[in-house]
């Protein structure tokens, strides 16, 4: 079992930045993929950003293109998202993920909800306008 704790959400004006931390515990190591999803109220939880095990690789959604990234610091067992740019339909709660992956790639199969075996519990973003 893997454990997953967010932190770093709040209460950020548009245009400004914040950067979400994820801790990971228990059965961990470097063999697995992260990625970040996000729900809005009223509306799917969606894919965010995505990483490799070895960090290598990253994929993004379109809305997360350009203004956030994604990284991992193995030894700490830490995946970051560093968010720039904010703007207020960025909204929502966002949920660090993992999976066991031996890959080093992170591709299109890597954005579905249900690649995905360990779920943070979430942490706010409120991005006003």
């Known amino acids: 079992q893997v454990q997953l704790v967010e932190s770093g959400g709040g209460l950020v004006q548009a245009g400004g930045s914040l950067r979400l931390s994820c801790a990971a515990s228990g059965r961990t190591g470097s063999s697995y993929h992260m990625g970040w999803f996000r729900q809005a109220p009223g509306k799917d939880r969606e894919f965010v950003a995505a990483?490799?095990?070895?960090?290598?690789?990253?994929d993004y959604a379109d809305s997360a293109k350009g203004r956030f990234t994604i990284s991992r610091d193995n030894a700490k067992n830490t995946v970051y998202l560093q968010m720039n740019s904010l703007k207020p339909e960025d909204t929502a709660v966002y949920y660090c993920v993992a999976t066991w992956d031996a890959s080093d790639y992170v591709g299109p199969t890597d954005r579905r909800r249900s690649q995905y075996d360990y779920w943070g519990q979430g942490t706010q973003v409120t991005v006003s306008s």
């Open positions: 990483i490799s095990r070895n960090g290598g690789s990253t």
